[in-house]
């Protein structure tokens, strides 16, 4: 499996970012699919996903700002994320998940300013 995030950058506070990850290597259509992240010092953790059928979940830290979606014509898995904050601050991983199995991509680099 093939997992290119792009979209990272600096941001200002209240800015937004769009985050996509491109998949190759497996049947995207039956994939679940996700974002994690991790911040300088501490532990990656799951920011959002979203299941073959289409069903989202969120952090509780990224709820209401942030929206998961898929394109499965483009085999591309998305993460708008709106109204930053600086801990929002992290490297973002694309992850497709199988079982207790989670692949990770290479991440891309997001950086809030205050």
């Known amino acids: 499996v093939q997992l290119q995030a792009s979209g990272g950058g600096l941001v200002q506070a209240g800015g937004s970012l769009r985050l996509s990850c491109a998949a190759s290597?497996?049947?995207?259509?039956?994939?679940?699919m996700g974002w994690y992240r991790q911040a300088p010092g501490k532990q990656r953790e799951l920011v959002a996903t979203i299941t073959s059928g289409g069903t989202t979940n969120y952090a509780d830290s990224v709820k209401g700002r942030f929206t998961i979606s898929r394109d499965n014509t483009k085999n591309t898995v998305f993460l708008q994320m709106n109204s930053l904050k600086p801990e929002d601050t992290a490297v973002y991983y694309c992850?497709?998940?199988?079982?207790?199995?989670?692949?990770y991509g290479q991440g891309t680099l997001v950086t809030v300013s205050s």
């Open positions: 290597g497996i049947i995207f259509s039956i994939a679940n």
């Open positions: 992850t497709r998940s199988r079982s207790s199995r989670v692949d």
